[in-house]
Structures are given as C-alpha cells and as structure tokens.
Nanobody, 115 residues
Framework: VQLVESGGGLVQPGDSLRLSCVAT????????MAWYRQAPGKQRESVAR???????SYANSVKGRFTISRNNAGRTMYLEMSSLKPEDAAVYFC??????????WGQGTQVTVAS
C-alpha cells in the first residue's frame, strides 16, 4: 500500500484547507487511519484518527477546527482544516494501521500558515 497526500500549501491565519490521502489500493479492512503532523524541531504528533466504525478522535489543539473523514470506496482519507493558526504549520502525514503489524505512512504534505 502506498499513500499519497496532497492539498497542502500556504494559507493565511483563519483560512481553511483540505488535505487528501489517496491509497494505491482500496483499504477495506484496517484498525485505524490517522493524520499526523510534524513541525520543525518537534516530534511527530497525532492530529486526528478514524476507526472502521466511523468514530473519530482529535488532538485537543485541533478539536472543533479539523475534521477527519474517508470515502466509502476506501481509497481516500481527508482532513478538513478550518480556522488555521500559525501553530498548525507542519508537514502533515497520513497513516494507516492494517493490523497484523502492517502500517504505512505517506510522504507528507507541507502546510504553512502565515500572514
């Protein structure tokens, strides 16, 4: 499985952005899918997570502003980001845990928030 993120870019504070993560093969069964981010000099952190049931969870720093979702075809995961802040700037990675020790990362997409 390969994951390809897109949708990053330069935005101003308060703007919105939608990130996409496309899998090369449909992901039918998985334990969890997630978005992580890593800012310069900081550890990679979990931003949002979605489970097969459709349940989601978010980091406190993005709760109410970010929304994770995936399409029913099982190939694309999204991260809708609104009210972006400078502290949201980071490289965003998508992640899939297929279970049985199999997990995959995308290559990352840069999000820059600056006025």
């Amino acid at each position: 499985v390969q994951l390809v993120e897109s949708g990053g870019g330069l935005v101003q504070p308060g703007d919105s952005l939608r990130l996409s993560c496309v899998a090369t093969t449909p992901i039918v069964r998985f334990r969890a899918m997630a978005w992580y981010r890593q800012a310069p000099g900081k550890q990679r952190e979990s931003v949002a997570r979605i489970w097969p049931s459709g349940s989601t969870s978010y980091a406190n720093s993005v709760k109410g502003r970010f929304t994770i979702s995936r399409n029913n075809a099982g190939r694309t995961m999204y991260l809708e980001m609104s009210s972006l802040k400078p502290e949201d700037a980071a490289v965003y990675f998508c992640y899939v845990d297929l279970g049985m020790g199999q997990s995959y990362w995308g290559q990352g997409t840069q999000v820059t928030v600056a006025s």
